[in-house]
């Protein structure tokens, strides 16, 4: 049976031999697109760990309070080793560090800053998602019983998220 064959070619052809390209393709995008959101869903977990770190361990603080507002870490003895500092004072410092002073604060930057600039299409460096997820491994590897290999765990998707994000950017001829 003879093949019916149009002024511009051959259709059949054509598509047996794009149809895998455009399947990949569409693959690609959306699994992209799944791998965006991750990015913005970390974002929100780093704001979320921050805010939990500082209600948690900042239940001490109302205690410290009047030996802060009384100028109480305003001393050289926090210079001695913490051993051989006053009780008294090496707890205050260690609410503190635990607290406030803590690195709570910065990850609920960095991730409302990650947020900020998702929202806004813009784009983040994949180095902020690998620097954390360096980071918090090592600091996980000192303290396992902690909220770290949570950190660990979101920088990670974080990272996968930026990868994907850049490797979009870089290939689409559209941005």
Same mark, same amino acid.
Request: hydrophobic content about 55%; aromatic content about 8%; proline content about 8%.
């Given at each position: 049976?003879?093949?019916?064959?149009?002024? &511009?070619?051959?259709?059949?052809?054509?598509?047996?031999?794009?149809?895998? &390209?455009?399947?990949?393709?569409?693959?690609? @995008?959306?699994?992209?697109?799944?791998?965006? +959101?991750? +990015?913005?869903?970390?974002? +929100? =977990? /780093?704001? %979320?760990?921050?805010?939990?770190?500082?209600?948690?361990?900042?239940?001490?603080?109302?205690?410290?309070?009047?030996?802060?507002?009384? /100028?109480?870490?305003?001393?050289?003895?926090?210079?001695?080793?913490?051993?051989? @500092?006053?009780?008294?004072?090496?707890? $205050?410092?260690?609410?503190?560090? @635990?607290?406030?002073?803590?690195? %709570?604060?910065?990850?609920?930057?960095?991730?409302?800053?990650? &947020?900020?600039?998702?929202?806004?299409?813009?784009?983040?460096?994949?180095?902020?998602?690998?620097? /954390?997820?360096?980071?918090? =491994?090592?600091?996980? %590897?000192?303290?396992?019983?902690?909220?770290?290999?949570?950190?660990?765990?979101? $920088?990670?998707?974080?990272?996968?998220?930026? @990868? =994907?994000?850049?490797?979009?950017?870089?290939?689409?001829?559209?941005?």
């Amino acid at each position: 049976m003879p093949r019916h064959t149009h002024p &511009y070619g051959d259709f059949e052809a054509i598509a047996i031999h794009t149809l895998p &390209y455009v399947n990949a393709m569409w693959h690609r @995008q959306h699994q992209s697109k799944e791998m965006e +959101v991750m +990015v913005k869903w970390s974002a +929100v =977990a /780093l704001i %979320a760990l921050g805010i939990i770190h500082l209600l948690v361990l900042g239940a001490d603080i109302p205690a410290e309070l009047p030996n802060w507002s009384s /100028l109480n870490l305003w001393t050289w003895d926090h210079w001695a080793p913490l051993r051989a @500092q006053p009780l008294d004072l090496a707890l $205050s410092g260690g609410v503190f560090w @635990q607290s406030i002073g803590s690195l %709570a604060v910065p990850l609920l930057i960095l991730g409302a800053l990650i &947020y900020w600039l998702d929202q806004q299409d813009l784009p983040i460096p994949v180095f902020v998602g690998s620097g /954390l997820v360096i980071w918090t =491994a090592i600091l996980a %590897a000192i303290m396992p019983p902690s909220g770290l290999p949570v950190v660990l765990v979101v $920088s990670i998707v974080l990272t996968l998220g930026l @990868q =994907a994000r850049a490797k979009k950017r870089s290939i689409s001829p559209l941005k």
